[in-house]
Nanobody, 112 residues
């Protein structure tokens, strides 16, 4: 079983920055992809797959940066120039050779 622990959600003013983290632990048989999604609909924000290919939602391109620390099985999302429309619960997703796992979510609120 794989556990995901997310952190970094907070209240921030428009134009501000936040960094989300998601650490995977447990019995991991190879991670194929790690990514961030938001809202209950699990809208893609950013993902990084094996080999390093990265995909961003158009709405966050140029403002958000996803990165991964393979040694720590951790994925990060650096969010800059935050807008009110970025307000959401952000979910981490990890795809391994055996299964797909979701975190419980971390709340990001962008408001003055």
């Amino acid at each position: 079983q794989v556990q995901l622990v997310e952190s970094g959600g907070d209240l921030v003013q428009p134009g501000g920055s936040l960094r989300l983290s998601c650490a995977a632990s447990g019995t991991i048989f190879g991670i194929n992809a790690m990514g961030w999604y938001r809202h209950e609909e699990r809208e893609l924000v950013a993902r990084i797959i094996s080999g390093g290919r990265i995909t961003y939602a158009d709405s966050v391109k140029g403002r958000f940066t996803i990165s991964r620390d393979n040694a720590k099985n951790t994925v990060y999302l650096q969010m800059n120039s935050l807008k009110s429309e970025d307000t959401a619960v952000y979910y981490c997703r990890v795809v391994t050779n055996l299964n797909t796992y979701w975190g419980k979510g971390t709340l990001v609120t962008v408001s003055s």
